[in-house]
Structure formats: structure tokens, C-alpha cells
């Protein structure tokens, strides 16, 4: 019998999940211990954690760990491999439309902002990883960290959404995707914490806009009783276009 978790928000806020952790060069590389972003079945994988929701129906989450960079001022090293310089390219050039965003910074203006979220571990995502790792003096930056593994959960209704479809599957992580940059642009927005446009345009290097922000993105995260913890959100049905709630 499946034990139905509860939620809550940590009883210590400032001592950080084991899912975020500050940036500094050797972790920009994705831990193996990263959560899955395709979760198994409900009965044999702690990867699809159940939730009871009040009127008896189960809810379950998706999680999702991203590693989130931004297109900063900087030009591609001269040095980088052909194989990696044209991946790296492709990342620059080809930027989702959800992913092209506005932000406002500490100064109060607002700029143009090109984010990139990718799956931890996934080839982009360690690509500009090990980029930022070996340019680490490079000013300014082509890319600037703002989140080097942020644990997102999708909370869904498995009587609703089958995640046997790949395709289910791959809509939730893009939820997951968008959502994040709701959540980025609200971090960079909170003007207490310093996001200026040098540091978002690689003039501060790299790994400045993750540092300042790391510790208002641990604060939005919960703990599932036996599944970690990560900034939980409820699904959005497709076909009804109304949000899955645990309400």
C-alpha cells in the first residue's frame, strides 16, 4: 500500500536542499545522483511520489532537475572544440520563444534576457557546463550560470495525465521548463538581491547572477515527505486548459 506524503515547507531555511547548491566551478558539473526526469511506474519507483488529495483522488509529481544559463555579451573562446563551438552555437541561436524573455533588474530597468533551460545531465546542459568550468576568467561571459540544478516538481492527476504517453511526459517537462522562467524572472526581479545587467551580460563573469540568486530559489523549494525537495507547481490539463490542484 502506497503511504500518502504530505507536504511542507522546510523547517530550515537557510540550510540547503540537497538539490541546490551554490555555483562554483567544480559543481557546475550535474551530480549522478540527480532526480530522473522521466519517473517509472507509481508501484515500483519513489521517482512518481503519491499525494492524497481531500477528495480521495491520488496526485502524483513529476520531478524535473534543470540547469538554467543565460546568453550573455561574451564571444565563444577561440580554443573551444568544432564539435562543442557548434553545439554551443546552435544553444546561442536557437532560443525557444517561452525562453526569450524580459527581466527587471536592481537598477529598475528592464533588458532583453536569453535564457536556456535544460535537463541536468542532458548534452546542452553539460556542454555549457564544462564551458563556464574552463573559461572561468573570461569577461565578459558568452553564458552566465542562473541556476546549476533547480529541483522542479510537477504536481499532476494520474487519473488525468498517463505518463506511459512519452508524450505526456515531455509536455510536463516543458511546464517545467516555462515555469522556470517565471521563477528566474521573479529572483532577478527581487531588487534586495542585487542582479545588475553587467552581471547578467557576463561583464561580472560567469557564476555571479547564480550566486546571488541561489539562496532566494532554496527558499522556494518544499519538502515531500520521502521524495526531497524541490519548487512544486501543479499541471495544466491540455484539454481543459485548468491547472491539476491537490485543493
Known amino acids: 500500500k502506497l503511504e500518502m506524503p504530505s507536504l511542507h515547507i522546510p523547517t530550515n531555511p537557510h540550510h540547503p536542499p540537497s ?5 562554483s566551478p567544480s559543481s557546475l558539473h550535474s551530480p549522478d545522483n540527480s532526480a530522473p526526469s522521466t519517473p517509472g511506474s507509481h508501484a515500483d519507483s519513489d521517482t512518481a511520489d503519491m499525494w492524497g488529495a481531500p477528495d480521495g483522488r491520488r496526485m502524483a509529481f513529476f520531478p524535473v ?23 554551443l552555437l546552435q544553444i546561442v541561436r ?31 546542459a553539460k556542454a555549457v557546463g564544462d564551458y563556464i568550468t574552463t573559461h572561468m576568467s573570461q569577461h565578459p561571459a558568452p553564458f552566465v550560470l542562473l541556476a546549476r540544478h533547480l529541483p522542479m516538481a510537477v504536481l499532476y492527476d494520474p487519473q488525468i495525465l498517463d505518463l506511459s504517453d512519452a508524450s505526456v511526459a515531455d509536455r510536463l517537462r516543458k511546464q517545467a521548463k ?30 555571479e547572477p547564480a550566486n546571488r540568486l541561489e539562496g532566494a530559489l532554496r527558499a522556494l523549494t518544499e519538502r515531500v515527505d520521502g521524495g526531497g525537495e524541490y519548487i512544486v507547481f501543479p499541471a495544466r490539463n491540455k484539454a481543459s486548459s485548468t ?5
Not at 529598475?108 to 542532458?122: A, P, Y
Not at 524572472?185 to 545588475?196: F, M, P, T, Y
Not at 491547472?243 to 485543493?247: G, I, N, T, V
Open 19 to 23: 538539490h541546490l547548491h551554490p555555483a
Open 94 to 124: 536557437k532560443v525557444p520563444k517561452e525562453q526569450n524573455t524580459s527581466v527587471a533588474v536592481c537598477s529598475g530597468e528592464t533588458i532583453d534576457l536569453k535564457m536556456r533551460v535544460f535537463v541536468v545531465n542532458s548534452e546542452d
Open 243 to 247: 491547472p491539476c490542484s491537490p485543493r
Open 178 to 207: 516555462t515555469r522556470t522562467v517565471k521563477v528566474l524572472r521573479e529572483g532577478i526581479a527581487n531588487k534586495s538581491l542585487g542582479v545588475s545587467t553587467a552581471m547578467l551580460r557576463g561583464h561580472l563573469g560567469p557564476l
Open 65 to 87: 532537475s534543470l540547469f538554467v544559463t543565460a546568453i550573455a555579451d561574451g564571444d565563444l573562446a577561440n580554443d573551444t572544440a568544432h564539435k562543442t563551438h557548434d553545439r
